[in-house]
């Protein structure tokens, strides 16, 4: 006799609507916010993991391999110790090395990082599926004050080709530590990527050189000036870089060049796996994401309590409606049942509605994600792991269900025909 | 002679401290309409649920249609009352949400017998709904939406729809003034004939007795005299 329960169950609820949306409106709410960070944490491990693809090994002066990683690739955290351009070039001509991408940070252009490098970069950089960049419109710097802009740089900046723009020291809090007597020419703009070289003003390590002509110790000499027009009378070839990208000719061959960074003797450097160091940064964030996870598991938990309270509350109100279905012929077992499918069945309404609250916010809230913080909102169905959690949801939304369904076995039981109120 | 419908003999029942029910013997023929007058206090719902098998006797003979109720288990209890009771309240008989042919149509849900009785059941609660004088315009709208009058006819078609052989009335008239009690009556005991029905009629209105093939009392026929 279970189909007419399940309809009745509906018709019953149906009638309660005004009191039971609220409540599974509530699930609804935080089954999206359990299966949103579920996915936002799942998005930012995939957006990093898709920024750097084709690099066998990071290298840079020795200190943390996960700040050189987060710095180097991220543009995150504090500048590390730089290498010299011989180590470069050392780690360049190594026979099992196919190519290098040396790069060097640390100047900015109104909050967007600059990262000077050379065509290797453009040559050699993959991200997401291997895929290489591609200028979207100009072309790779070429003379020394070219810059080229990453997409995200050029749109919320607003720049176009020919466009000038100033470079400030550092991270560009001081208006007076800035290369104003030396512009830029923006000379191409990447298409999009979704990483943080989307954010990057790229110019040319021999352009980073000049800018710091009459530079010492990350201020102006006093009274020297070198004018832009005359920096090509200096040697302009970089003394110094953040980090190499490396690309082997063979990855069986990675450990040994490893090896061999690791023991460099001219100076003090480190060669970092990108896989092995994303793998400690998800250790070291694992905390925080379990602790978000739980957060929303236990909103979850209020969202499901608020459920079940609910439909206890309307318990007494409705047992004439059980003596009822008791005078006809229900079981107690049925009136359980009824009880049970109710909460069970507003669980899996809150938990479709939550999920397709969060798609609905997905596609609504993509293009702003995507520009402010280069990742892409994943639609669709759920994935195997959502469908867990879903699932997870159900069921304890079922177990707690039958509370209210206990409840009422017991009052129909006692009330038989005739209920006491 | 025809098995009869109900048979007690020497029933006991109490609420744990004080007797309540203490009948020696009752018996209900096939067809007998009968009137058991029965005012508050005198153990009525207790022998309504007695009959119905939601409450067991905790001595004494039990037998409807030949069925020993107190041996049953509680299950067997709840497909007996579906299969073969038709049930009708003072008021309140009806699930509000649920359009007046969905309440007429819920025992042939809970019993496949009566299901089986009824042929087609949309069909058949048509059929009493139209004898029981309730315009089809009615039929759909939600049962709390009709007159009291109204929804005590569609309990009573709810009671009869797949002809169960015993029905039990508890002060259906109760709520209703006396045209609509007339009225009332008259259809009842009228479908419960053309059923073979089986009517026992619970009332503290000794006025509606005259209708009705045989009268009992409640208070004489119970020895536990007065009880809450």
Redesign the interface.
Known sequence: ?TP?LVRLAA??A??RRAALSLTVLAVALSVMLLIGVERLREQVRGGFEQSVSGADLIVGARGSPLQLMLYSVFRIGEATHNMQWSSVEALAAHPAVAWTIPVSLGDSHRGYPVLATNHAYFAHFRYGDRRSLALAEGHAFDGVFEAVLGAEAADALGYRLGDRIVLAHGSGESRLADHADKPFTVTGILARTGTPVDNTVHISLAAMEAIHLDWQGGAPIPGMQIPAEYVQKFDLKPKTVTAVIVGLKSRAAVFSVQRWINDFRAEPLMAVLPGVALAQLWQAIGYGEKALLAVSALVVGVGLAGLVAVVLAGLDQRR??LA???????????ILTLLTLEGLGLTVIGALLGFVLLTVLSLVATPLVEARFGLSLTTGLPSVHELFLLAGVIITGFVASLLPGWRAYRVSLAD???PKT | MPAPVVSIANLRFDWGDAPCLDIAVFELAQNEQVFLYGPSGSGK?TF??LL?G??VPRAGELVVLGAALPQLA??AR??F???HLG?I?QQ???????SVL?NVL??C???ARRQERAGDPRQAAARLLAHLDLDAALWTRRADALSVGQQQRVAAA?ALIGAPELIVADEPTSALDADRQDAFLDLLTRECAASGAALVFVSHDRRLAARFTRTLSLPDLNRAGAAP
């Open positions: 006799m007419p018709q019953s149906w009638n004439r409606e009822i279905l008791r005078a006809v012929g229900a079981r107690p077992r049925d038989g025909l005739t | 719902s309504l649920n119905a939601v409450l509680g299950a709840d497909r009352r579906a299969d049930l309240f309140f008989n009806l699930i509000p949400y649920l969905d819920l025992p849900r809970f019993s709810r």
